[in-house]
């Protein structure tokens, strides 16, 4: 059935508005008077927790899990109840976080094979680097403590991807909190700050047995595998070096890496360094593994690749939502290796659109791509300032699926700039019942 619902995590953090985050409940029936709106929203107990990503209990999809990126919280809501009325029904506390399993900044969930929850951490609980994840149990969501055998936790950790049949879990490297949360430091470049391996962990054993260097300041952050569940292959993006690489289990079933796309910098006048990376902050693929989707945050483009040829991508859909290098704005454009000019301001029902894409959500029948435009708060306040003021928004994008293409529904925006308490930031977003990227 065509979704109906979607629930999406918002924050307050670094608005400036002291009021606690929440999870709101979006109408997308296009045939309701609240299509597009907020029709509820379920406030956490806590201020500046920073809900980020999230996600879905394995055994019924009821319960949905929300992990905190700042606070290291973690909230367990019931969606099964009242679908359109969500409550909350346990809390776990940082401190037991932080005493049990010595993590903190905890980033994206899934789900075990078991049924238990995995929820993978960016950080110890003083904010450097570490890498790892810790379980709740499938049912009662209790913490039950770290998952990976503490020998090898690698030095940073963000997202992560696993496929059972194949007794494999590929995680990423992100951010080091500490260093990195206050906002992007150009001046770290080239000094081997940034996170740069991919990790390949035997799922049974609990332990890292490969990992891959994809190159100083490549930052790789979103991972993906193919849906299908004896596929061998997925992919991963890196943020600053604009670059996608293919992982895939090779004839001597070891696990190898390709580069398979490139997305080039842009020479820019009017930005914090001469050369504007593709920032490729987020992957997504149809449930039919026909299509990749690509979210470029800095340029401001959403990308639809033709993977039928899983090792050769072609691009057959692109729209841009945002971003930072549009007609008139301050950022100019001295060569592009792309595009013959700078996009135009995006406008949908009467709101100036500002960011760029991040977060997506794709239609179970692939039709219909949600976007939202909040990164990071603290990154956002210092590339999109006017997301931070005047609120994020959701976006719809029609897809064509026979041939490719993209296009913005002009009819559907949700504004998050006119909640009642406020402008806030708009995240991650998943439909009742399960969705592509669950």
Known sequence: PREELAYVTCTYRETGIDQPDFLATVDLNPTSPHYGQVIHRLP???LKDELNCSGWSATRRNKLILPCLISSRIYVVDVGTQCRAPQLCKMIEPV???????????????SLPNGDILISNMGDPAGNGKGGFIVLDGETFE????????????????????????????????LVPKRDGPGFNPDYLGKGVFGRRLNVWNLSCRTLIQYFDLGEDSLPVSVQFLHNPDAA???????????????????????????????????????????????VANLLISLDDKFLYVSNWLHGDIRQYDISDSRKPKLVGQVFVGGSIFRGGPVTVCRDEELKCQPEPLVVKCKRVHGGPYRMQLSVDGKRLYVTNSFYSTW???????????GAVMLQIDVNTE??????????????GKEPCGPCLARDIHFPGGDSTS
């Not at 049949?165 to 990423?172: D, G, P, Y």
């Not at 890196?238 to 895939?248: A, D, E, K, T």
């Not at 956002?380 to 005047?390: L, R």
């Open 143 to 174: 913490l039950k403590g770290n998952w990976e055998n503490e020998c090898g936790a690698p030095p940073t950790g963000h997202d992560f991807s696993l496929q059972p049949r194949h007794n494999v879990l590929i995680s990423s490297s992100g």
């Open 233 to 279: 292959e997925g992919y991963v993006s890196c943020v600053l070096s604009g670059v996608i690489y293919r992982f895939y289990k090779d004839e001597a079933s070891c696990w190898a890496v390709e580069e398979v796309i490139k997305i080039p910098a842009k020479k820019v006048r009017g930005w914090i360094l001469p050369e504007m990376p593709a920032f």
């Open 96 to 110: 037991d976080v932080f005493w049990k399993c010595n993590k903190g900044y905890l980033s994206i969930v899934h």
């Open 380 to 390: 956002d306040k210092q590339f999109y300032p006017d997301v931070v003021t005047k």
């Open 44 to 46: 956490m107990p806590n």
């Open 403 to 416: 041939n490719g293409g993209l296009t913005v529904n002009k009819n559907f925006l949700v504004d998050f």
